[in-house]
């Protein structure tokens, strides 16, 4: 069923507004009317914790990327028409947020995102109280493993709300993720709807993102980027490729002639590409075409669409 995307700072309150989300959900669930559509829902809490991965994984490159691989396949995993997946991660990059909602698309569920909005300072003290050697941190850990915790399918209900994560994260890793945070505009569609959530707010506007994700007029329709068509036409990975291709070549030129910035129109498409004001390496750009080739693979569109729809996944990277 739906796909809620959590996302904010580090140490900004994100897990503990996961968890509220996920107690809210399953008080419904448990209180809806018997042989109900809601009944069959169960709630999924997806995060680092659950995930075993440590907080060190952010310093090395090659080891975020596969840190994000790892908890973009557990949600995808999960999703499904009778599952409620809350993604409880850092969710800092747009392009990541728009895989996970054209995964929800694909399934036919719908998803939203929740940003926890807490300044920078904050998020910096919290994390110096955390676990990793502070004793309050040692003390929070402690407290979170007594007998009787309430625990939920993926994640855990700690004693104290406002510390829902253990781990601290180092200083350097910690200002670099802020640094290079992404945040959630809701006139994107994979930002959308938006809930915002204060960081003095009691809890979110769980009223709200229950009947944006159950309620009994939510359809979502597939189009053309996320119908699976299994008889397609059969060069359409040749000329995914190539169209893609083409355009990489096509912004390598540009920014050899005319350096960085601008507007690049794109033959054949209706959508100019959006280039950031730095010039992209040549490994940045088939970064971008293998993520973008890796999400469509199976997600056949007709030739006319590639460019276009490649044109807006390059675009939504550098909003």
């Not at 059969?234 to 070549?249: A, P």
Request: net charge negative; hydrophobic share 35%.
């Amino acid at each position: 069923m739906p796909l809620i995307i959590i996302s904010g700072y580090p140490c900004s309150g994100k897990t503990t507004r996961a968890q509220q989300i996920a107690s809210y959900f399953h008080d419904r669930i448990a209180s809806s009317p018997p042989n109900t559509r809601e009944t069959r829902l169960r709630v999924h809490l997806v995060n680092t914790e659950s995930l075993s991965l440590p907080r060190t994984v952010y310093r090395d490159a090659r080891a975020e990327k596969e840190a994000r691989a790892t908890e973009y396949s557990a949600v995808k995993r999960l999703m499904s028409k009778d599952d409620v997946v809350i993604a409880d991660g850092l969710n800092y990059i747009k392009g990541l947020r728009y895989q996970l909602y054209c995964e929800a698309k694909a399934v036919l569920t719908p998803s939203c995102v929740v940003h926890v909005a807490a300044p920078a300072d904050s998020c910096r003290l919290w994390n110096s109280t955390r676990g990793g050697g502070t004793a309050f941190g040692e003390a929070f850990k402690a407290a979170d493993e007594v007998e009787g915790a309430v625990t939920l399918p993926g994640g855990k209900l700690e004693d104290a709300p406002d510390h829902g994560g253990v781990g601290r994260y180092p200083d350097d890793i910690l200002e670099n993720l802020i640094f290079r945070y992404e945040e959630p505009n809701g006139m994107a569609r994979w930002d959308s709807p938006l809930f915002t959530v204060p960081y003095m707010d009691d809890a979110p506007d769980l009223e709200g993102i229950w009947n944006a994700m159950v309620g009994k007029d939510v359809v979502v329709k597939a189009n053309q980027a996320t119908v699976l068509k299994p008889a397609a036409e059969g060069d359409y990975l040749h000329e995914l490729g190539k169209m893609t291709q083409e355009i990489v070549s096509l912004v390598l030129e540009h920014q050899r002639n005319s350096g960085g910035g601008g507007t690049l129109p794109v033959p054949g498409c209706s959508v100019p590409l959006e280039l950031p004001a730095n010039d992209l390496t040549t490994s940045q750009l088939q970064g971008i075409r293998r993520d973008y080739t890796k999400l469509n693979r199976s997600h056949v569109v007709g030739k006319d669409r590639i460019r276009q729809l490649f044109v807006e996944y390059f675009n939504s990277r550098f909003e």
